[in-house]
């Protein structure tokens, strides 16, 4: 640990579904134990309010500084140079964490001008860029979270088609599905869909739908819709 503490290692043995501690693999990547990948709502929310209340420790963030926006910008050129294909991911905050910060923006005014900030260097820098730290601007409910920071892979898959078709500039599932239901209308390539007025709306029918897709189900549409076509 940060402490110099020793965590005792512990073989994996049974169904990682059922483990009741977590595994972190060789890619960095954590899988939660069971207990808290199963929380109820009460729990989750629980947990959110808890949160909410940490993000104090980013007060005094007023506005973004130029000497760390230089200092990133640097790092994405050498990291290009070096032939790395960068993707941007943004991860959303719970919903409630989201309500909470809006209404309580008092020396975190420079949360704020993140989102903005890598969009515009996203695009002048030509890097893929997916998903928002706003819930409600990349479709993310309240049940694909775990706690207030964490989303589930089930929202993941839905925002961010996977670093290889990133890598190309690929759709996501929901630009998928809003192009299979409504065609180009009012969307563009990594447009935002969620439920914000900001973002392309779609109905609530569509919605419920679209937020308990997997990519097994997408892909399987898509099969059925070519073969369709085929015939």
Known sequence: TEDGETIPFKAMTGSLESLDFS?????????????????AYEEVMAEALAQAG???????????????TD????????VQAKGVNVVFLLTPYH???????????????????????LREYAAGRGIPLY???????????????????????QALELMFPGIQAAVKG????????YLQEYGDVANTK????????????????????????????LNARAAGAADAAGA
């Open 170 to 177: 690929e759709r996501t599932a929901y630009e998928t599905l």
């Open 23 to 39: 595994v972190k693999f060789a890619d960095g990547s954590i899988y939660y134990p069971v207990t808290f990948r199963n929380w």
């Open 95 to 117: 919903p409630f964490i989201c309500l909470h910060v809006y209404n309580n923006p008092q020396g975190l005014t420079g949360f704020f001008e993140v989102e903005p900030w």
């Open 54 to 68: 940490t993000i104090s420790a980013m007060h005094g963030f007023d506005t973004m500084d130029p000497y760390w």
């Open 190 to 217: 990594n447009a935002l869909i969620g439920y914000d007025p900001d973002c392309v709306v779609p109905n609530e029918e569509w919605y419920k739908y679209a937020s308990t897709v997997t990519w097994a189900q």
């Open 131 to 153: 998903g928002s730290y706003h819930a409600g601007r990349a479709g993310v409910l309240e049940p694909l979270f775990f706690d207030g920071i964490h989303c589930r892979p």
């Open 71 to 78: 200092l990133f910008d640097r790092f994405v050129r050498h």
